[in-house]
């Protein structure tokens, strides 16, 4: 066994006299950097060769060792290094068996879904390259060799000898269980009974052909407790034999300890055919690895992979990603970057909450201890911003089909962004086994904050990325072993220790606090008069309770703050203490206020309010808009239905923020409006006066901001109680104004002329309440 690692830079002389075939890629310097990992066959050393991946190496460049202390030239010939070969590293010797058997399944379960990974379009080749794997055959002469061989050897024994298996199980079961009624009568004792009247011998205990120990069939249990091992533990697809019992658990820890390899020596001289010979052999080598084994091998053979480090995503996008079905944009973006992970999982701010974010994730494999640059961290944020843009775009749609499914990740009333989570995964081998092992990268790497301001945590520029170590053995064997539910299992813990990983930086960035509105306070206005001072500080993560909504704050802690020159960062620090101080106080005077932990609800710690449908504004405080200005602008007058319909307009649910009114669409509905009419679609006021009460004259004016058409299923889904029309035109409005009074029930009045006058169907009937459209200088004819 020859080991060579990858990225090392050998000399020609050593790679041509002892890993001959693979000398040729060498450089001008007559250095070879081996870019494969694998294992390849040579005829002319008669030997395996492995390349082991670069994540063994340790130190810098040209420096590096192997384990700390062992140069990777050293390791060439595995077998005579005399380092590797001391008890003292035992563990090591161990760790490169288990790793060459590992990067055997890992490299073959990539090649079974490369294709489907791979660009279709672009018909890239594979980066597997591969020949025949060795082969093990019976024979005198026998060589050391590793733990794959036998393995390969052991499962290729099962597919090709099942004739052999089923011929011992027909001999050994033959007339098994068959009564020898000679032996039965002169040695059982018997009774007579008397049945329906006739008398009949029954014998208790009839003697029958017992089961015996047979030596054929020993092997075969030993053989088959070996496979079903190495199908648990390696993955290795294997043809169970269900006719044998199983040695599981600590029965067959027992063999694995010792017992196997001497239980063997005591049977040895029971076998004389060859196959039995073979099997012996097999089993034997299994149990005392590393073995004395013979290649019948006259060839090159190898199964190796080019860019390795295209393997070690593809393992960590099935272990922490799985099969979620992303839109191609998400990961193969716009820009031409590829997204090594991303998938939706719990958002940050509530832990109950069912809404889901994008965690987007990118792997590292480096040399052990390898730091990471700033254009990776750069290229990761950069991924997540592409991300935020194709979100943006995609709810900047007026179509709602496009929309289902996704996550919106801007809140409408507070122009608030949910953060996005990021992350780095490195490959690491400290320690020399496969233990479930992924933690925080030591030291100031380990979280990184971009942001264009130091105290918006909501904000569409910052973003949190954590940086993680993962036991490269483990995750390898992961994947090789291919069991479902073991990665279903790991990946669910990981997702959730990413999640808490989080937020304990983000509480270690920030002060969180749950914000609830005093009962005459009306929140969308108060956000939008004071846009400024709350933006990207708050944010409505919370499902509303009624009509009382809640929000979230996130203050930046100033002692957080570092900055290259320090001068600057002691002000900065004073600023945003001051601007944490003034908005605190700000929002008291409004708002219930109270620290709240990240992921924590609000409900037990804000008190219970019932808020005030519309907060009353004196008309001392309104805009005054005079009407000579308008005499050429459109006016609708509308009527309101109760309070239900005052809530709508003023209280819309699904994160709504400005008020708008609503008239029905269809030239054929009841009342209904025709939208594509130039006094319809460009309205600039509305006039709202109550049901009942038109002699009082208008209740309330309000500019117009846009128009927008709204479904009968969204009318539901904001508040509105039992809608009759499929489609209804809203009017948003900009601010509530001051237009002057004038006489609404003369305004129906001529209004309901007009319509009797012009009217086609004889039959038809003037819709109670019908939206009232007129110009200005109309309109300033029923001015009181």
Not at 48 to 55: E, G, M, Y
Not at 332 to 358: A, C, P, T, W
Not at 378 to 406: C, P
Not at 564 to 589: G, P, T
Request: aromatic share 14%.
């Amino acid at each position: 066994m020859r080991i060579l690692i990858e990225n090392y830079q050998y000399d020609y002389k050593d790679i041509k006299e002892l890993a001959p075939g693979l000398e040729n890629q060498h450089d001008p310097d007559k250095k070879v950097t081996l870019e494969k990992v694998g294992y390849f066959y040579s005829p002319e050393v008669n030997d395996c060769i492995f390349v082991l991946p670069k994540v063994v190496l340790e130190g810098p460049a040209k420096q590096e060792k192997v384990f700390g202390d062992i140069e990777p030239r050293d390791l060439i010939l595995f077998d005579k290094c005399k380092t590797i070969q001391a008890d003292d590293h035992k563990e090591q010797r161990e760790f490169i068996y288990n790793l060459s058997v590992w990067i055997y399944r890992a490299i073959s379960v990539f090649k079974e879904h490369e294709y489907d990974r791979r660009d279709k379009n672009k018909k890239e080749p594979s980066i597997v390259l591969e020949c025949h794997a060795p082969m093990l055959k019976h024979g005198q002469q026998h060589k050391y060799h590793t733990l794959l061989d036998i393995l390969l050897a052991l499962q290729k024994w099962n597919k090709e000898n099942q004739d052999f298996v089923m011929f011992v199980l027909k001999n050994q079961h033959s007339g098994l269980n068959k009564i020898n009624w000679a032996k039965t009568i002169s040695r059982s004792q018997s009774f007579v009974q008397e049945i329906n009247g006739q008398q009949s011998v029954v014998y208790l205990n009839p003697i029958n052909k017992h089961r015996k120990i047979n030596f054929d069939e020993e092997l075969l249990v030993i053989y088959y407790s070996i496979l079903n091992y190495i199908h648990n533990e390696f993955g290795l697809s294997v043809v169970q034999n269900v006719n044998f019992p199983i040695l599981k658990g600590a029965k067959f820890r027992r063999y694995l300890d010792g017992y196997g390899a001497r239980r063997l020596r005591q049977i040895k001289y029971k076998y004389f055919s060859d196959k039995a010979l073979e099997l012996w052999n097999l089993c034997y080598d299994f149990f005392n690895h590393p073995t004395r084994v013979n290649i019948g091998a006259d060839k090159n053979e190898y199964l190796m992979v080019k860019s390795f480090y295209v393997v070690f995503e593809a393992i960590i996008d099935e272990l922490i990603a799985g099969d979620q079905s992303l839109p191609d944009e998400l990961l193969d973006q716009e820009d031409g970057k590829r997204v090594d992970h991303m998938f939706k999982y719990r958002e940050l701010v509530n832990d109950y909450s069912s809404k889901s974010i994008y965690y987007i994730g990118d792997s590292k494999y480096y040399k052990n201890g390898n730091k990471l640059d700033s254009k990776s961290v750069y290229k990761q944020f950069t991924y997540a911003r592409n991300v935020i843009q194709w979100n943006m775009n995609l709810f900047n749609t007026e179509s709602e089909d496009k929309q289902k499914g996704h996550i919106k990740l801007r809140d409408d009333l507070t122009e608030g962004y949910n953060p996005i989570p990021n992350f780095f995964i490195s490959a690491q081998q400290i320690e020399l086994k496969a233990v479930d092992d992924i933690h925080l990268t030591e030291g100031r790497d380990a979280y990184h904050l971009n942001r264009q301001f130091e105290n918006r945590l909501f904000d569409r520029d910052t973003f949190l990325l954590a940086h993680y170590d993962v036991n490269f053995l483990y995750v390898l064997a992961l994947y090789g072993r291919n069991k479902e539910s073991a990665k279903v299992a790991w990946r669910e813990r990981v997702r959730d220790m990413f999640r808490k990983e989080i937020q304990s930086m983000l509480e270690k960035y920030f002060d969180f606090y749950a914000m609830t509105a005093f009962a005459d306070v009306d929140t969308d206005h108060y956000i939008r008069d004071n846009f400024q001072s709350v933006i990207g500080k708050v944010f409505a993560p919370f499902d509303d309770k009624g009509d009382q909504r809640y929000y979230s704050l996130a203050l930046r802690k100033p002692e957080t703050i570092e900055l290259e020159d320090k001068k600057k960062e002691e002000i900065v620090k004073s600023e945003v203490q001051d601007e944490n101080d003034a908005l605190l106080f700000q929002l008291r005077q409004s708002f219930f206020v109270e620290p709240c932990s990240l992921g924590k609800l609000p409900y037990d710690i804000l008190p219970e309010v019932k808020p005030i449908s519309q907060r009353y504004i004196p008309k001392k405080y309104l805009t005054i808009h005079h009407l000579e200005n308008y005499l050429d602008a459109s006016f609708l007058v509308g009527r309101v239905n109760g309070s239900d319909h005052i809530n709508w307009i003023f209280s819309r649910q699904g994160g709504k923020r400005d008020d708008a009114y609503n008239v029905r669409i269809g030239k054929n509905v009841h009342g209904g409006v025709t939208k594509s009419r130039d006094e319809i679609k460009h309205a600039k006021f509305v006039i709202l006066y109550e049901t009942g009460k038109e002699s009082e004259g208008i209740w309330k004016a309000f500019r117009v901001k846009n128009i927008g058409e709204m479904s009968k299923e969204k009318m539901i889904r904001t508040g509105y109680k039992n809608p009759k029309h499929d489609k209804y035109l809203c009017y948003f409005f900009d601010e509530e104004v001051m237009l002057g009074d004038f006489d609404i029930k003369a305004i129906i009045d001529a209004d309901l002329k007009d319509f009797y006058m012009n009217k086609k169907d004889p039959l038809e009937k003037y819709p109670d309440g019908r939206p009232i459209y007129m110009d200005g200088a109309k309109l300033r004819n029923f001015r009181k």
